[in-house]
């Protein structure tokens, strides 16, 4: 038994824990996975960046048709995720409330940044693992997303 006096908000909140803790998830939920098309964006602003620079064959890598394509795909899901953190950000903002939402989006959101994350590693080839390059570091961040605010298979 806890005392009424460790009680947040007295002794009329026992047993409201929970679901206190439950309503802070949604805004926790959209935080992420705004973070997550953040870190995104950023890979792939380093990822087309290394490849316009970075020449094969003669030619910057950004011009061969399958780094084009690793490029693409990341721009097109980038642009999904940041419209699902609209919407539950919007839907939050009106109702207080997201829980749908939240979930949902934290879930797609920290994936797609896993997604862009291997991209962007396949475009810097051996040098998206060295720390010289910012890549190195925004590939175990991306990781680390999918388990903050609960795991994508609590989703």
């Keep these: ?19 206190t ?3 802070v998830l949604d805004r926790g939920r959209i935080h992420v996975s705004s973070m997550a098309v953040g870190t995104a964006q950023r890979m792939l602003d380093e990822a087309l960046g290394y490849s316009i620079e970075r020449k094969q064959f003669g030619v910057p890598i950004c011009e061969h048709q399958l780094v084009q394509g690793l490029l693409a795909d990341s721009q097109a899901e980038l642009a999904a995720a940041r419209a699902l953190v609209r919407d539950a950000a919007r839907k939050y903002d009106e109702t207080g409330a997201a829980a749908l939402e939240a979930s949902c989006a934290k879930y797609f959101c920290t994936e797609m940044a896993g997604r862009v994350a291997d991209r962007a590693v396949q475009v ?17 961040d991306a990781r680390l997303l999918r388990i903050y605010e609960g795991t994508s298979q609590i989703q």
């Design 1 to 19: 038994m806890i005392p009424a006096e460790y009680i947040v908000g007295g002794p009329q909140n026992e047993g409201k824990g929970f679901r």
């Design 21 to 23: 803790a439950m309503k």
């Design 124 to 140: 810097h080839g051996g040098a998206g693992y060295m720390a010289e390059y910012a890549i190195e570091r925004l590939y175990r």
